[in-house]
């Protein structure tokens, strides 16, 4: 039976030193501060913001909260970023996704200062991080990187699998696995022999955004399991991509969903604004 890897205990241990070091900061006279933008009325998108400004609460960072009508135009939202840029209170800047359809996103997340941008989205930090210098990481594959370190998870030499090609998963996650001299294959819906890829790896990211479509048999005997999808089924039951159930007799680890993966993404939010705001210091 796998160890279930306790995303929201690594999270609150994570938090615990970030609000220490926020602490730190601020009798250097700087509060980090997160300024975070919802745009419209999807139901998932505000609760995941509260949760983000909840936990700046908590952490002692300030964040400016913008809740803006589904309506809002691209140009308004270029002039509260371009604002948000000049804002030295301000260290990061987050735009929460998606976006509504009269918005192009990458003219958003571009129009971003990458020195601001707290989610890692922006091109300039996308080419930072696959040229193995990163300034800002995006979130939630930091945060699989941060749990399979503190699990002891070495990735040097080490099959990792990949299932999804996402600019906010799939592909950052593989660049910071190769990082550590992984050998990483990315898998999306065009590959043939899915189950047979996925069962050469040792360590199995899946990030596909489809509930429980990673089959148990799927997983090689003592796999490391990192289950980052989080998929709503029926009223209020959360799955993941993997069948945790299944997968769990195989594994020798696996995240379990909710409570693995997505507390860490905002746990890494919360670092990124800090390290922001340090840098400023
Ligand atoms: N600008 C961004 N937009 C989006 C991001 C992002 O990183 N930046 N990621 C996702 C949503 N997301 C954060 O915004 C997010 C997803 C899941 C969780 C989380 O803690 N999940 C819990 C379950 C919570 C629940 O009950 O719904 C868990 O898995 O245990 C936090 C943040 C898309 N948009």
Redesign the pocket.
């Known amino acids: 039976m796998a160890k279930v890897i306790d995303g929201k205990a690594i999270a609150a241990k994570i938090r615990t030193e970030i609000s220490a070091g926020v602490q730190e900061l601020k009798q250097k006279g700087i509060t980090p501060g997160l300024a975070v933008v919802l745009v419209g009325e999807d139901p998932a998108s505000r609760?995941?913001v509260s949760?983000k400004e909840k936990a700046c609460h908590e952490a002692g960072i300030f964040s400016d909260e913008y809740k803006l009508s589904a309506d809002t135009s691209e140009a308004d939202l270029l002039a509260l970023v371009d604002k948000l840029n000049n804002d030295p209170k301000i260290h990061g800047i987050?735009?929460?996704?998606p976006l509504p359809p009269q918005i192009d996103t990458e003219k958003v997340l571009e129009a971003i200062s990458p020195l601001k941008d707290a989610?890692g989205f922006h091109p300039y930090n996308v080419g930072r991080l696959s040229v193995g210098k990163p300034l800002f990481q995006p979130?939630?594959p930091y945060g699989v990187m941060i749990m399979l370190q503190e699990e002891g998870v070495d990735l040097n030499g080490k099959e990792v699998v990949v299932i999804g090609r996402s600019n906010?998963v799939g592909k950052p996650v593989a660049m910071m696995c190769l990082a550590q001299n992984a050998t990483v294959t990315v898998c999306h819906s065009r590959t043939r022999d899915l189950a047979d890829v996925v069962r050469r790896a040792d360590v199995v990211i899946a990030a596909v955004g489809r509930p429980e479509m990673v089959k148990g048999d799927w997983i090689k005997e003592g796999a490391v399991v990192i289950d980052v999808g989080?998929n709503r089924v029926g009223e209020k039951k959360?799955v993941g991509d993997v069948d945790y159930a299944a997968a769990s007799e195989r594994a020798s680890a696996i995240t379990p969903?909710?409570?693995?993966?997505?507390?860490m993404?905002?746990t890494m939010l919360l670092y990124n604004t800090l390290e922001s705001a340090r840098r400023t210091a």
């Open positions: 609760v995941y949760m987050l735009v929460q996704l989610d979130c939630t906010i989080v959360l969903v909710p409570g693995g993966v997505g507390p993404t905002i």
